[in-house]
């Protein structure tokens, strides 16, 4: 199957100096994301994962009721024109918890799933993901590194940076908050 065609080093990196640069970054995300992808979201306790989430929710036009951490219902689903997933996995004991809590079902629902803490259930996730790792560099400063393992998941880097860099985010340079 091409799309589990491996896609060696395929990885876009992004410095956001504020929370409205992390909030376009999120946004044009969005745009290269089709129904039945899967972005794992990596990155330590209050990295920014969930305004990630939000961000992407609100270019996507899922953004009708709030978009909050699922860190104890673990998983929120927010409609659109197509629907979001947003699974917290931290507190899922392992990945037999994630299916019986319908992980199957959602995976192959034809939405979007954005999944804080994937790797603990990993196991049970397609190959075909994007590994999305934000680091802490500062009180507003990140470092969001996009990696792909396959063909398809590297295609949607490629065209995140065509958005970014078609962006001119230059005009992102002054944008501190």
Not at 60 to 89: C, K, M
Not at 119 to 130: F, K, Q, T, Y
Request: glycine residues 10%.
């Amino acid at each position: 199957m091409a799309s589990e065609t491996p896609a060696p080093g395929a990885c876009y990196d992004f410095r956001s100096i504020s929370e409205a640069q992390t909030r376009r970054f999120g946004a044009a995300l969005a745009r290269v994301l089709c129904p039945g992808d899967v972005v794992c979201l990596n990155g330590r306790l209050g990295a920014g994962k969930t305004r990630l989430v939000q961000a992407i929710a609100a270019a996507r036009g899922n953004d009708s009721q709030p978009v909050t951490s699922p860190t104890f219902t673990l998983i929120h689903e927010y409609v659109g024109e197509v629907d979001l997933f947003h699974v917290d996995a931290y507190r899922m004991r392992d990945s037999d918890e994630f299916l019986e809590l319908g992980g199957e079902e959602i995976l192959s629902a034809g939405g979007i799933c954005l999944i804080e803490w994937a790797s603990r259930i990993e196991d049970v996730l397609p190959r075909d993901v994007l590994q999305v790792t934000i680091a802490v560099l500062g009180k507003s400063e990140r470092q969001i590194s996009v990696s792909a393992a396959t063909k398809k998941a590297a295609a949607r880097i490629e065209q995140l940076r065509q958005i970014r860099d078609g962006a001119g985010t230059t005009s992102d340079a002054g944008d501190a908050e």
